[in-house]
């Protein structure tokens, strides 16, 4: 069974005060490994997607990264409008994606 | 401009009720999918379809149902079978035929008993 596991829970962060966020996975065969942003109340909003090991995107001040086990979101420099939870998914052979509960990012100004 | 639209956004099931979720997408994707979110939780997948006319269960289907008879819709029916129906409701779609596609959601739908 695919397992995807996010750490920290919660992180609050002064503005300006870069930080990473994990998203460790377990999963047979992975096709794909998914980033999104979520305000509250509203759906998930697709970031970035890593297909292997080595791979890295960039959007603004984001930037993902991926290795065999786990993928880093690494926010440089946040800004309060940064704020908002983040969400790891993976897909291996089939359509499905298994999520991560999520790690929600506060920044202060 | 392309989306996909979840409504109501708010719902309220009185028990022994059944209700409806409505998602409309005009991405002209193929797959379609429902998740269910509760505080603390990943996503977990309800129902998905890959093509119009058929749909598979996803992990926690009991007590739920979905038709997809068009290939821009997808409604999710809450059936009073299911015991713990309070949460919040997602809709997506992706391109089928690839893994790796990139699923887009829509704003939700929040459902709470009476």
């Known amino acids: 069974e695919d397992q995807v596991t996010q750490s920290p829970e919660a992180l609050r962060l002064q503005e300006g005060e870069s930080s990473s966020l994990n998203c460790s996975y377990t999963?047979?065969?992975?096709?794909?490994l998914f980033w999104y942003r979520q305000d509250p109340g509203k759906g998930p909003e697709f970031l970035f997607t890593?297909?292997?090991a080595g791979e890295e995107k960039e959007k603004e001040r984001l930037k993902a990264t991926l290795t065999k086990k786990e993928s880093f979101l690494h926010i440089t420099a946040p800004k309060p409008e940064d704020s908002a939870t983040y969400l790891c998914?993976?897909?291996?052979?089939?359509?499905?994606?298994?999520f991560g509960a999520g790690t929600t990012v506060t920044v202060r100004a | 401009d392309g989306g996909i639209t979840q409504s109501p956004k708010y719902l309220f099931r009185k028990e022994g009720q059944n209700v409806t979720l409505s998602c409309e997408q005009n991405?002209?994707?193929?797959?379609m999918y429902w998740y269910r979110q509760d505080p603390g939780q990943g996503l977990r997948l309800i129902y998905y379809?890959?093509?119009?006319?058929?749909?598979q269960k996803g992990d926690i289907a009991e007590g739920y149902s979905v038709s997809r008879e068009k290939k821009e819709s997808f409604p999710l029916t809450v059936t009073s079978a299911q015991k713990n129906p309070t949460a919040f409701y997602l809709c997506?779609?992706?391109?089928?035929?690839?893994?790796?596609?990139?699923?887009?959601f829509g704003d939700g739908t929040r459902l709470s008993i009476l």
């Open positions: 997506a779609s992706s391109r089928r035929g690839r893994v790796g596609q990139p699923q887009h």
């Open positions: 999963v047979s065969g992975l096709r794909g």
């Open positions: 890593l297909y292997s």
């Open positions: 998914a993976v897909q291996a052979n089939d359509y499905k994606l298994s």
């Open positions: 991405l002209n994707h193929d797959a």
């Open positions: 379809s890959q093509i119009v006319n058929d749909f």
